[in-house]
């Protein structure tokens, strides 16, 4: 197994500060939702990983943790994940893109 | 070479991979994407096989979406860990021999020219520190001396990652490496002064550590290549690897970078200043620019 990047939807929703999403620094791995967080009641939509594309690095963990000061990301073994986005189930829209949660494991 | 290069023919969308019809449907083509939308378009970076964390893929990945035009943009390249990351866009890519990028790119600027006339068409070059500083250097030099309209992006990891780790003019003095052991003994290369010698319109260093200013530095750079004359922009992007960085330590070394050797720079000539403000509403420069212009005559 191995590591991947999960975001804390409460404490992103919360902040807002979007600053993952421009240190990632893979293409289309962070990304975006206008609509997670807002059904917990938040003002805000929450950062989200696509977990087929997390090389694991954890730059968002140390931009979190030291330039945002959210610590809203954890690096978590991905078989612990019970749901989690990946890139077929990600549409994109005007503004912001939605994602169907699945299992990222398969069997 | 234009935004419907990418569109597909009528009955192939089904065929397509769902990346691809984002890309067309949802990618930045055509509109005016910015740093801060990251992560609700699609981009035109796909997956690669760049390390992980590497600071280099980080900084591609922002000029991508900084180039004002990417669907009439070309971009070309030479051997070096960008290739791998660049070729793997929706812009395309002219990789070729070690070096001869800006020659490369030199004649393609002036066919594109030729061909479209006053339409705008970019041409980028993205090279290692050894493909534009060593091997390269002469044709990077004389692309600049004959005023060659295109941007020059050197993507700076100080070292030849690719082969191993061997010092390369940009390696900083007395850095110890995989296969320079004793040390370098010579200074890092001042490209930035050779490049405002040489006659470059628009120069800068910049440091990914700062997405919005990378997004800033390399928009003006293509839209000055485009009439004016060369742009040159110098970015820091760590090797983790030979240079034994943890990937999630990386942005921590490109800050201490940036304060050590990496300050951010930005030397621009009067005539692109006029340009950037006068075709493309840049503000920037007015503050600065306003008492000298108002002495000269038929100003004002």
Redesign the interface.
């Known amino acids: 197994m191995y590591l991947v990047a999960d975001i804390n939807v409460e404490i992103c929703a919360a902040k807002n500060c979007?600053l993952c999403?421009?240190?990632?620094?893979?293409?289309?791995t962070?990304?975006?939702s206008d609509e997670l967080g807002k059904d917990k009641g938040f003002k805000y939509g929450s950062?989200y990983v696509a977990v087929d594309?997390c090389?694991?690095?954890?730059?968002c963990?140390?931009?979190c943790d030291?330039?945002a000061k959210n610590h809203a990301i954890k690096m978590v073994m991905i078989d612990q994940l019970p749901q989690a986005a990946l890139?077929?189930n990600i549409t994109?829209?005007e503004?912001?893109?939605t994602a169907v949660l699945t299992s990222p494991v398969v069997g | 070479m234009s935004l419907d290069y990418v569109k597909f023919s009528n009955g192939f969308e089904k065929f397509m991979p769902k990346e691809y019809r984002d890309m067309v449907e949802h990618g930045p083509f055509g509109k005016k994407v910015t740093v801060s939308q990251m992560g609700s378009f699609k981009e035109v970076l796909e997956e690669h096989p760049m390390c992980a964390g590497c600071a280099m893929t980080l900084f591609i990945r922002l000029a991508m979406i900084a180039f004002p035009n990417p669907e009439d943009t070309i971009t070309v390249g030479t051997a070096g860990c960008g290739r791998l990351a660049i070729s793997q866009a929706a812009i395309p890519f002219v990789y070729g021999n070690y070096g001869d990028q800006n020659g490369v790119a030199s004649g393609l600027s002036r066919g594109l020219r030729l061909r479209f006339g006053d339409k705008p068409k970019d041409v980028v070059v993205m090279a290692g520190d050894g493909g534009t500083a060593d091997i390269g250097l002469q044709q990077v030099l004389h692309s600049w001396f004959r005023k060659e309209r295109f941007t020059t992006i050197m993507l700076d990891n100080e070292v030849y990652g690719n082969t191993g780790g061997q010092e390369s003019g940009m390696t900083n003095r007395g850095a110890v490496l995989k296969m320079a052991p004793l040390g370098k003994k010579f200074e890092k290369m001042n490209m930035v002064e050779l490049a405002k010698v040489a006659g470059c319109a628009y120069v800068a260093t910049v440091v990914p550590n700062n997405p919005r200013r990378v997004e800033s530095v390399i928009k003006k750079a293509v839209l000055v290549a485009r009439e004016i004359g060369p742009s040159y922009i110098q970015a820091y992007t760590s090797c983790n690897i030979e240079y034994a960085i943890p990937t999630d330590k990386v942005m921590e070394d490109a800050k201490a970078v940036e304060n050590d050797r990496y300050q951010f720079q930005e030397y621009i000539t009067d005539e692109a200043k006029q340009y950037l403000t006068e075709r493309y509403g840049y503000k920037e420069f007015l503050a600065k620019s306003a008492a000298p212009a108002a002495s000269i005559p038929g100003k004002g």
């Open positions: 979007k999403t421009q240190y990632c620094p893979e293409a289309n962070i990304l975006y950062a594309r090389k694991g690095c954890a730059q963990v140390w931009v030291n330039m890139t077929e994109y829209g503004k912001s893109t």
